[in-house]
């Protein structure tokens, strides 16, 4: 098989994250497949089971034993395809399909290409002979998407118990992308250096309810509806400090002449930066946002319900701590409009970790060995990946993947049409060779050097 007609399979195999028993088969034919694809590897590493679910847990044990292990993150989960969006899909999700220089699928790009690549590229160094001088631990969580608590979660607890620290984590995160940011023609590398937490909060309006042709004069549904008018309308804006900051001057190195006095002066403005980009694409990556995911009320026709309620789905950057935020929502809708909040999920944002030093410089090497030209900018990552799970366990924790997506394909992730091209996918089995080696060759920073907050 070629390395893309692997990738091609594992995208068949149908693991979508789900809890209980019925995806299990799914994850089963992934596992035989990556063991059946990758001979040497299966030879050479260790591979556990780990916790309840499909998680596991691979390592390649270094020859010196001073030197702190480090682990790549990559999850065995995807999203599901909804059925009414199928017939927007050029090849079936799950079918496993190559075609006009693509592979086809879910998980193309989010993240079975990371997976499979980072095991080809463990397969093609040992078919080279190499043996590592540091531990490399591979993570394979198996419901990232739906939180990671049977996954990655049971796996950072494994490690935990055997009192093992980690040099690093490297987890899902920043492509590399072209024509994403005005004034740039170069293209960008991201690399996560924390990441945003994630607060669920149900808010909820009660009144006594009754009649459709009795209204009574302060209902549930207009309460919320005004309360959750009056948040979407206000931000939450924190300074421009940290990991987007320093996104910023990273950009404003490389722009082109009016557009590196922009980015320097977003850099400097601070809040009122975040305010002109609140409602912005560019707002996930330097803020916090709220989202409305879910919204409740009624039973009947003509029942006037007696609540409503919504879900708040919102993002936390570091520096935003929850209970702040929840003080903040309650102040601007709690007596106002008679609204409780209810907390579901809270998860605070990552630590941050160094742009600067070995580790750091090394994953840049890598990713500049592949393209020369391209711009190392840390940001910080939008979303929560399983690297939540490991943070007390790292020195640092780092996110990218070393793939060159055209913006148009980023389009696919978590929708339809998620393709990535064949050459691409080589050479992101060849930017996680050039990964490896390069961290391996570092030498330990020292513990304490890692962690700015
Ligand atoms: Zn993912």
Redesign the pocket.
């Known amino acids: 098989m070629t390395p893309e007609q692997v990738l091609a399979k594992a995208l068949a195999c149908e693991t979508v994250g789900a809890r209980g028993a019925d995806s299990a088969p799914a994850f089963d034919a992934l596992h035989q497949l990556i063991q059946a694809a990758f001979p040497r590897l299966h030879r050479t590493l260790a591979r556990e089971r780990v916790g309840p679910g499909s998680a596991l847990l691979y390592r390649w044990q270094g020859t010196n034993s001073y030197l702190l292990p480090w682990a790549i993150l990559a999850?065995q989960d995807v999203v599901g395809v909804e059925p009414e969006s199928l017939s927007q899909w050029a090849h079936p999700p799950f079918g496993g399909v190559i075609a006009e220089g693509y592979v086809w699928g879910r998980g193309a790009l989010?993240?079975k290409s990371s997976l499979i690549g980072v095991m080809q590229a463990i397969e093609d160094l040992l078919a080279d002979g190499t043996v590592p001088q540091r531990t490399l631990l591979i993570c394979l969580g198996a419901d990232?998407?739906i939180g990671g608590r049977e996954g990655a979660a049971h796996i950072a607890e494994a490690l935990r118990m055997r009192q093992e620290r980690l040099a690093l984590t490297l987890d899902?995160g920043g492509f590399i992308v072209t024509g994403a940011f005005p004034g740039i023609a170069r293209p960008v590398s991201l690399i996560g250096v924390a990441q945003r937490g994630e607060l669920l909060v149900r808010l909820s309006a009660i009144a006594s309810g009754g009649h459709g042709g009795l209204p009574e004069r302060s209902p549930a549904v207009p309460r919320l509806i005004r309360a959750l008018d009056r948040l979407a309308r206000r931000a939450l804006p924190g300074p421009v400090d940290g990991a987007p900051r320093q996104m910023l001057l990273a950009l404003a190195e490389a722009a082109s002449l009016p557009w590196r006095w922009t980015y320097r002066l977003a850099a400097r403005l601070g809040r009122r930066t975040a305010r002109l980009l609140h409602g912005t694409d560019l707002a996930p990556l330097m803020q916090s946002t709220i989202a409305v995911t879910r919204l409740e009320a009624g039973v009947a026709n003509n029942v006037v319900p007696r609540t409503a309620s919504a879900v708040l789905d919102i993002r936390l950057r570091p520096g935003d701590d929850s209970d702040e935020v929840l003080r903040r929502i309650d102040a601007e809708v709690g007596k106002r409009f008679g609204i409780t909040l209810e907390v579901l999920e809270r998860i605070e944002p990552s630590p941050t970790s160094r742009a600067d030093g070995p580790i750091f410089e090394a994953l840049a090497g890598a990713v500049r060995a592949l393209s020369p030209e391209t711009v190392i900018a840390p940001y910080l990552s939008p979303n929560d990946?399983d690297s939540k799970f490991f943070a007390d366990l790292a020195v640092v924790q780092y996110r990218l993947v070393p793939l060159h997506v055209p913006a148009a394909d980023l389009a696919g992730i978590h929708a339809a049409n998620e393709r990535i091209c064949v050459a691409a996918y080589r050479a992101l089995v060849a930017g996680y060779r050039s990964i490896i080696s390069a961290i391996d060759a570092v030498d330990d920073p020292p513990p304490s050097a890692g962690r700015l907050a």
């Open positions: 999850h989010d993240m990232e998407e899902e990946g």
